[in-house]
Nanobody
Framework: QVQLVESGGGLVQPGGSLRLSCAAS????????MGWYRQAPGKQRELVAT???????NYADSVKGRFTFSRDNVKNTVYLQMNNLKPEDTAVYYCNYPRPGKIYWGQGTQVTVSS
């Protein structure tokens, strides 16, 4: 059984930074893709970024140049460094681990960007 636990969310002013973490436990294979998604109130969940086992990343246009996705395969943890945060980044952020036949999600961590 796979478990994903996010942390690091909070309230930050526009222009500020946060670092989200997602710790994975269970049958995690270090070479697999993982992702970060977010869901704002009244909106659909959207993809923020993905990372391969080798560390190659892809980002949504809205976060390119501001967010950085990284992973520590020894700790089975992925990170999302978020800089120059904007009010429109306010959402619940979810860690995602897709496997054949099942997609695992964490419980989410709230990020609020407001002055």
């Amino acid at each position: 059984q796979v478990q994903l636990v996010e942390s690091g969310g909070g309230l930050v002013q526009p222009g500020g930074s946060l670092r989200l973490s997602c710790a994975a436990s269970g049958s995690i294979f270090r070479n697999n893709v993982m992702g970060w998604y977010r869901q704002a109130p009244g909106k659909q969940r959207e993809l923020v970024a993905t990372i391969t086992g080798g560390g190659s990343t892809n980002y949504a246009d809205s976060v390119k140049g501001r967010f950085t996705f990284s992973r520590d395969n020894v700790k089975n943890t992925v990170y999302l460094q978020m800089n120059n945060l904007k009010p429109e980044d306010t959402a619940v952020y979810y860690c995602n681990y897709p496997r054949p036949g099942k997609i695992y999600w964490g419980q989410g961590t709230q990020v609020t960007v407001s002055s």
